[in-house]
């Protein structure tokens, strides 16, 4: 907040009575210049200057995020020293976490089943979104002391991320609105409106309405948000502030990677009745029973690139209305799942044993190698983008079935959101300053947040439907149909939060300081 003359300054009162200081633990961003901040704060809680700040401490001003169009605390992490999104590209919504993001080479997140809260509003654990439409500024603490000013992380060696809200000002009144529009559809209307009531009492209003789609299939963002705040001088050194906001999320922010479990299929053997244990056959190259249609499987169904469903697996047919048991059902490998599932090369099935000069089982990130094929390892290989292996590998399954590889759009996420957030959060602080020396603060905040989360996490895996026949006999209208299969799961989490802050982790006690005036 920044200081404010009295009025009877000009007329050079008694020096007691001159001014308003500002109190040091109070985050003065009216200093601020430019992209440059002047003050630390939450690193400190004290309005030191960042040179004067034994620590490594960087802030994203108000002016840099108006610039670059920050909207929350991921997109601002981007622009922190030694903050990165997460490397496997498929962000938080995903998991059924609402905020994850990489600093310092530390994964932090706000839910999810790592748990914690990383972020702060105002020196307390709120684990929203946090909208920039409100905040004058985000504060990120690390390096060597970032145990110290992480307050509730899943890792404390992440360090702190926090955000400061914008305060009812005293010294001036403007209304500020604010529209922008960009690509996919963006679109973001802001207002901000301070209105001094007296020389003691100043409110200050915010709003904010986003839409957005996205470079992806389905994806998008909704938000509407609203915050108002008071600022009360009991005393020229004693402030009184009150602020209560909320917000509403809507996102969906679809999966990246598709994992390729159909290269391995030969492009001829379907079924019409279930992978009995018969059928499958025994683990080696003697061959089970010929199925209705007259296919037989050696190595229970490597060499030709199938597999059958376990127990337990029911699943919802759409167009059937209706949940069926698909138990020992039939659907597609990837190459390279075992030592006999051939992969095609360059118009050749090679498998391990006759010189696959490569693997087909690495972790989406990693480059595949021969070590990786021979040790099998999960089905996770991203479907595109991985180098060194053949470009005709699926062309079996595109010769013979409705198969195609995914453009980069393209997605297994639905046209609903993943995250449906709801946060509302109330703040009261009393800061008094004694003489030019003494200080103390008490703050007491109460938030809460709902996230209501869907996990997308299985659905990344594309398989093809080879079954004539639904497990009821009715005839397949997916057949030969790739799909996503997953199980859907549906969290709803609620992160409350009361607390009554101070210097000292103890709740109720008084925080106090002694600062050095500035001369």
């Not at 009216?30 to 939450?42: H, I, L």
């Not at 938000?223 to 996102?251: D, I």
């Not at 060194?388 to 046209?415: C, H, M, V, W």
Request: aromatic share 10%; net charge neutral.
């Amino acid at each position: 907040m920044p200081s404010r003359p009295l009025p009877a300054q000009a007329a050079r009162p008694h020096p007691e009575e001159q001014v308003h200081e500002l109190s040091p633990f109070e985050i003065n961003a009216e200093q601020d210049n430019g992209f440059a901040a002047v003050n630390a704060g939450t690193a400190t809680r004290l309005s030191l200057k960042m040179e004067d700040v034994p620590a490594a401490y960087s802030v994203i001003t108000r002016e840099f995020i108006d610039a670059v169009g920050i909207t929350n605390i991921n997109e601002a992490i981007l622009w922190a020293t030694n903050g990165a999104p997460v490397g496997d590209g498929n962000g938080a919504d995903v998991f059924g976490i609402t905020t994850i993001t990489n600093i310092r080479g530390v994964t932090l997140v706000n839910g999810g089943s790592s748990g914690g809260t990383s972020t702060t509003l105002n020196n307390h654990l709120n684990p929203a979104t946090q909208d920039a439409y409100k905040l004058e500024r985000y504060d990120f603490g690390r390096g060597p002391n970032a145990a110290l000013f992480s307050v509730g992380a899943n890792s404390a060696l992440g360090g702190g991320m926090g955000a400061i809200s914008k305060r009812a000002r005293y010294d001036s009144e403007f209304t500020t609105i604010e529209t922008k529009f960009g690509s996919w559809n963006y679109k973001r209307a802001t207002i901000d409106v301070n209105r001094p009531i007296s020389d003691k009492f100043a409110v200050r209003a915010n709003a904010v309405w986003y839409d957005r789609d996205g470079r992806k299939d389905r994806e998008f963002e909704k938000v509407t948000g609203f915050q108002l705040t008071g600022s009360y001088l009991l005393t020229p050194r004693t402030e009184l502030r009150v602020e209560a906001s909320t917000e509403h999320t809507k996102r969906n922010s679809p999966q990246l990677s598709y994992f390729d479990t159909v290269s391995g299929w030969d492009g001829v053997t379907v079924f019409r009745e279930p992978m009995t244990d018969l059928i499958r056959g025994g683990n080696n190259a003697t061959p089970g029973d010929p199925t209705s249609l007259g296919y037989m499987l050696n190595w229970q169904g490597a060499t030709q690139g199938v597999d059958r469903q376990g127990g337990g697996n029911y699943v919802w047919v759409p167009g059937q209305d209706s949940i069926m048991n698909w138990q020992n059902t039939a659907f597609t490998r990837r190459a390279d799942d075992t030592e006999t599932t051939p992969m095609l090369v360059n118009g050749v099935l090679i498998t391990r044993g006759s010189g696959l000069p490569f693997g087909n089982a690495a972790q989406q990130t990693t480059t595949p190698t021969t070590a990786n094929g021979a040790q099998g390892g999960g089905g996770t290989l991203n479907m595109l983008y991985q180098i060194n292996l053949p470009n005709d590998r699926f062309d079996r399954a595109i010769n013979n079935s409705r198969f195609r590889l995914p453009t980069r759009q393209e997605n297994g996420s639905f046209d609903g959101p993943i995250l449906d957030q709801k946060t509302w959060d109330a703040n009261v602080c009393l800061t008094h300053q004694i003489g030019t020396q003494w200080f103390f603060e008490l703050g007491a905040d109460v938030n809460e947040t709902k996230d209501f989360r869907t996990h997308q996490n299985d659905f990344r895996t594309v398989r093809l439907d080879i079954n004539q026949l639904l497990p009821n006999g009715a005839n397949n209208p997916y057949y030969l149909t790739p799909y996503n299969e997953g199980r859907l799961g549906v969290q709803t989490a609620r992160s409350p939060s009361r607390r009554y802050d101070s210097m000292s982790p103890t709740s109720w006690t008084w925080r106090t300081g002694v600062t050095t005036p500035s001369t």
